[in-house]
């Protein structure tokens, strides 16, 4: 009898259960259909992308990018939209950046490069010197200022092939171009050279932050295509030492002020309980930033958007943000965090997509582990819509610093494969993004954000 | 006691298992690093397509791929390398196609336009006719011979954007690019113009099979660009009656002789058992067959390089076939299975790459239900590399046929959302194609060929 008593409630709950998850899952079809048969986010990206282009924090199209958001947010059914300032650094490429190799005393062989961010400007002789490679920091630390002083470092550690997840790669290979400049620096190099962060072997030099330390000189830095990097690793190992020439005439101008730019669907039921969506909405200066990251504002967009179209109003406050200035600052995140705990708001939730526009994998899920397991019985919801893995992980660099006032996190995972062929370079525009890709990545968002606004976590 | 009697022995199948499943892995691990790192199956690629072309059947460029992929395995070091013999259509396209639809008396509207594969060429004068759109064949019925005769039928049937998987919006949509001819035929039509199948909106008509029936008669059809579709359906909402005119030049000629390419690895231990992976070497006419199927060509041939170069013996025989005439015949694949049939081979299992070289995700399994337990065992260790489906589904139309014999079967499901933008089109080339995408889809191939090498199924 007493087994029997048990069963019956027991029964009754997954009944209840499973026809909670069957409700759900119908309106989180009609979510799903929504985007993947009337969605906008392809057309928005074309035209952050087409009519717009890159968009530096500080840059005039950084500021046209904020005033076409807040008109797409206004169309995609928002209640409320509006600017949230904040400075941002002002760091400008200049007009002219070019290098090359000695090969013999009157032969140059001309790299594809570019300054890295926030690098400082080489002045107009440029700067000279033999070419020193390595390959990590233990080997920079054996040659010391000896070996080091007066000479060009070349950074070469490519990403490594093997690993599947190749933002792991990128972790790991990545100590060079942010730390390469301060500690070369430290060992009185002129220059440095850094093979870009990418999957594979072209022509494209990849951009992104180098880091100065205050305690050194800040030497100017910049990135070499993969190619010239497998072509300079060659050589050297044929005639060393050779030497390089490189200028550019990159700076820092005075921070000015930009944007966060937000849109709100008010919660029915829990208007204070906020949940952020969100994406960057400045890019890198050298080509349409649509993977890194377009993508994930005209995704953050659409949730808004298909919520709205769909006819639902969620019980929760659900607010798109694109943040400014994730490239060379952070300011825009930080701007968000400062506004959230000036105004004391109650954040519950904050999911970012900042992996690229890829066919969606996965979520990473930074948060307590009864939360962790919240969301994994929502697997069977997002399985049907390609998303298989939900597990503790990082979730972006915007919505990290709501991670001080307890907010658990998620970052969506797209698919990795092809994200480091472009990353950063010129490579990374408009055509390099699939509609269909797109917008499932987008769909999975606002399937997440819709059973956060339902049922809290 | 006797609870702890029962304990021990399961504590130690369990270890024992883990044991297994752990040293499998490190095995595996060496598989994909030979792969992700040294793999070759990318510049493979580039060689069919840049250096050979499009490959359909019977044509000058589908016998130079018979020979380059031959080597290709020789490379690879199979031990056996082998062409046999097959007897294909040969279907050609002709010179001219064009078409058009009078907009007024003195106005045309050029259609972006190719022949269907198998098709009849129209003649010099063309088909001339009313259009009558239709969207399904109860819509054509409907009509029937009164509606239809002496008219061009305009099958205009979207792929449903709404199915996350596109290759249920392709079976779905699909029925008229395959039977369309046939059953407009049977009401009298002169011609048939049917909506390209594709996901995306662009100008690129994409071609592919239409079956006639001999009951009817054989009448000319085409494949107009999805931007075509939408422009005329627009249109004839505002104007209808509207006249088109095609010409296509298509011919079938005699059959001629191909081969299936086929190299081995001879089994150590059990070399009459015979494990089978594949991908068709034959594609259409229009473009590079980089994805549709190049990239299963290519894999294939990297499982067996990736295993001799790990310095891996199978124990059962791992044969790589490239099939002949997947396209417009399937009669590499009926050959295969007849020369199996005939030299009474054990043929324990087959694995067809046919979806594209796009991420991997899973793998469709046709065998019994014992096998498919056994296979989804293996889960964990496909897990780290990107394949977390092993269900029950659909294996791919080479390998199909050795069903009859009772061989078990699978085919590899990459992610499919952007397989039909380019399917059967002129895009599809090897810009296309990713090299990690790729080269991740092949790992998985050689572990699952690995995994029944050893266990058999």
Not at 131 to 144: D, H, P, S, Y
Request: hydrophobic letters at 40%; one cysteine or more.
């Amino acid at each position: 009898m007493m087994k029997k008593r048990l069963t019956v409630p027991l029964l009754l709950l997954f009944s209840v259960a499973s026809y909670a998850q069957n409700s759900d899952s119908i309106l989180i079809k009609k979510i799903a259909d929504e985007i993947l048969i009337n969605g906008v986010a392809y057309e928005n990206l074309r035209y952050l992308c087409k009519q717009i282009g890159p968009r530096l924090s500080g840059s005039v199209n950084a500021q046209k990018a904020v005033l076409a958001t807040a008109k797409m947010l206004r169309d995609a059914g928002a209640d409320t939209v509006y600017l949230q300032p904040c400075m941002v650094p002002h760091w400008i490429r200049g007009e002219k950046e070019s290098g090359y190799i000695e090969t013999n005393s009157n032969k140059k062989y001309q790299l594809h490069l570019c300054a890295l961010g926030n690098s400082v400007g080489s002045g107009k002789t440029g700067v000279k010197g033999e070419v020193v490679q390595v390959t990590n920091f233990a080997e920079l630390n054996r040659l010391g200022e000896a070996g080091i002083r007066g000479k060009i470092v070349f950074f070469n550690i490519p990403m490594n092939p093997a690993y599947v997840s190749t933002f792991q790669a990128y972790g790991e290979a990545g100590i060079g171009r942010r730390s390469g400049s301060a500690q070369a620096a430290r060992y009185g190099a002129v220059g440095v050279m850094v093979r870009s962060l990418a999957s594979n072997v072209d022509d494209y030099p990849h951009t992104g932050v180098t880091q100065y330390n205050d305690s050194f000189p800040k030497i100017p830095a910049v990135a070499i295509s993969t190619s010239d990097a497998e072509w300079l690793s060659k050589e050297l190992s044929k005639k060393n030492p050779l030497n390089a020439w490189f200028q550019t005439t990159s700076k820092m101008l005075d921070d000015v002020t930009s944007f966060n730019v937000i849109g709100e669907l008010r919660g029915e039921k829990y208007p204070a309980e906020i949940i952020t969506v969100g994406g960057h909405l400045g890019s890198w200066d050298l080509a349409e930033g649509a993977q890194d990251d377009g993508a994930g504002v005209v995704q953050s967009i659409e949730v808004i958007r298909a919520l709205k179209a769909a006819g639902i109003q969620p019980k929760r406050t659900v607010r798109a943000v694109l943040f400014m200035n994730e490239e060379n600052g952070g300011r825009g995140a930080e701007a968000y965090l400062q506004a959230a705990k000036q105004k004391k708001e109650q954040h519950i939730f904050a999911l970012e997509s900042d992996g690229g526009g890829f066919t969606p994998r996965g979520f990473g899920l930074e948060m307590n582990e009864i939360q962790v397991n919240k969301v994994q019985q929502w697997k069977s919801l997002f399985y049907p819509y390609g998303v298989y893995q939900l597990a503790a992980g990082g979730s972006g660099s915007d919505v990290k610093p709501l991670r001080q006032i307890g907010t658990p996190l998620a970052g969506l995972n797209p698919d990795s494969q092809r994200y480091f062929d472009l990353h950063h370079a010129a490579t990374d525009i408009f055509e390099s993004v699939s509609k269909r890709e797109l917008h499932l990545g987008a769909v999975n968002m606002a399937m997440f954000v819709w059973l956060v606004s339902e049922y809290g976590l």
